[in-house]
């Protein structure tokens, strides 16, 4: 079986049935909303009581412009909890505002890169979710995205992962954008998204109930451009909620628009889910081999009609896609922590660079993270 026959097979994997497990579930209602810039006291008091009459009970806001000086007004103004990572007085910052009768409970909250990031930890209908709020850098810092998606995919609490924000990049060139270059400038971290998408089983949940629609949350006037670079980033597993859904109305005060979800149902039940291959894995021999013999496992096995074994076949490959996948990366992040000790070790040595040796290693250690952050940041490979 050669690799161009096992791609299509691979392939037509992309938009399959998958069976979810069913439990009752009452889902969060979340949403997004770039303000630029709360710092003026009348613009935040308005835009906050704005922000109270959405129906949503927990709202990620970026660009505040907050500090912890004005962190008691803030909290005067909004009336319920809020929890911040302050950037400046007139840049960054991002915020999670929470109202006052909601029902989630938050069991914790981290910080992640000044004025950028935040993850909380929370419990909702006795389901856990893991709510990360991002505004990334306009400087296609794939350093940045990099570090959000460790610190969110890398930890040990089994929860449903909903990350939300300004991500100051598109997913797509052709549906996210209009005007302007025909590719977005921030070219590598459109491509770690995307990526994340593929091996995580992550999903765009916007683009999957609105097809082909070209709705943007961003208007540049002075550049007549306009794209979607706010969005929400789910589990596949809640797409199968009875109502999951992304919607994108107008903003207030701000040149971003206001992006919700929603998610209710009283169980998960068996539906569509979203997976996209990460095509690099095709270049893997071991990959390769191990779809080989899936194919070829089932293929010999009893069954009533094609399609059967056909349904089979595309079930067991993205099971398969998505854990090797998963164990790639395990294997590459434990790789690149053992550099970066190496590293470090290297640099607490005093005066280590009047050392040949040391240097040479210092030197050699940076070039293989270098190569290593590389191919994490490489764009799927064109089919």
Known sequence: MTTATLCWIVGDCLLMLSNRESRVALGPRIATYNCNGLGDAQKRKSVLTWLKAKPEEVIFVQETHSTQSSEALWRKDWGGEIYFNHGTSNSTGVAVLVKRNSSIKITSHKSICQGRAILIEAEWDDINYCLVNVYAPNNDDANFMHTVFMETLGRARDDFVIMAGDWNTVLDNTLDKMGGSPAHANRKTQDIINNIISDYGMSDVFRLTHDNERIFTHFNKKCNTASRLDFFLINDTLINFPVCSSD????FRSDHSYVSLTIQGTSITPGKGYWKLNNSHL??????NDIRNIISDTMNSSFDSYRGVWDTIKFKVKDYAIRFGKKLNKIRRE?????????????????FMTDSRLRKQYFDNEIKLNSLIDQEVKGIITW
């Open 248 to 251: 994108i109305s107008h903003g």
């Open 335 to 351: 790789e690149k922590s053992s550099i970066e000790s190496e590293i470090e070790r290297i640099k607490r040595i005093p005066d």
């Open 283 to 288: 270049l893997q021999d071991e990959f390769k």
